[in-house]
């Protein structure tokens, strides 16, 4: 089946800091992969839409020179975290359309911790 | 994306089956519904997805109204690894159309 692979798992970063984080497809190619952000207790929340080749798309309210996504390829999208501050801690998960027809495959989900 | 309406929590004993119900009454003619679970610290995970008629796999059975309006999602033996948030979505399958997530049944599996 479709598997997007999502590292790392876990950070834990200074405030002020940038983090990095990276989502593959590992047997399909995603032209389209979405990052989604989770606050505990709460549901996931889309951030952004990440195109191959082309800039994302974000949603109201993201700050787009804040969470920067680079998809340069049709295997890896990332999700760059600049300046990270405490409020910035939260569960990132990205997905990508993989078998076509049967919904979108998810990562594993990052969790950030800004200390 | 049409809106679903979900019960925040549900319990289910191990081994009965859970049913899951979904409420999406403006859901248009072009739009699937689907469902995922996500396990606490984990990504979601898709289960299952049908237009109109009813759906069974491996993990699942899906039984949609006629008119379309709601949806059950049947587990049919619940174990404990089945305690998770449900989501139910709905959407067209349009490549690259966003899912958006609602806030889930919490469903808790008990011995």
């Known amino acids: 089946g479709a598997v997007v692979s999502q590292h790392p798992s876990w950070v834990i970063c200074k405030s002020g800091t940038s983090v990095k984080i990276e989502c593959r497809s590992l047997?399909?190619?995603?032209?389209?992969m979405f990052w989604y952000r989770q606050f505990p207790k709460q549901s996931l929340m889309l951030m952004a839409t990440s195109n191959e080749g082309s800039k994302a798309t974000y949603e109201q309210g993201v700050e787009k020179d804040k969470f920067l996504i680079n998809h340069a390829s049709l295997t890896l999208s990332t999700l760059t975290v600049t300046s990270a501050h405490p409020e910035d801690s939260s569960f990132y998960i990205c997905?990508?359309?993989?078998?076509?027809?049967?919904?979108?495959?998810f990562g594993s989900g990052t969790r950030l911790t800004v200390v | 994306d049409a809106k679903t309406t979900q019960p925040t929590s549900m319990d289910c004993a191990e081994g009965r089956a859970a049913n899951l119900p979904c409420n999406h009454s403006t859901i248009s003619g072009n739009e699937y519904v689907y469902w995922y679970r996500q396990i606490h610290s984990q990504g979601p995970q898709y289960i299952i997805h049908g237009l109109k008629n009813n759906e069974t796999n491996e993990m699942a059975s899906l039984i949609i109204t006629e008119d379309r309006k709601s949806s059950t999602l049947i587990l049919p033996h619940a174990t404990l690894r089945d305690t998770a948030v449900y989501y139910c979505i709905v959407t067209n399958n349009n490549a690259g159309n966003m899912l958006t997530f609602g806030g889930g049944t919490r469903l808790m599996v008990k011995p």
């Open positions: 047997d399909f190619q995603a032209t389209t």
């Open positions: 997905s990508g359309e993989g078998r076509s027809g049967y919904g979108y495959t």
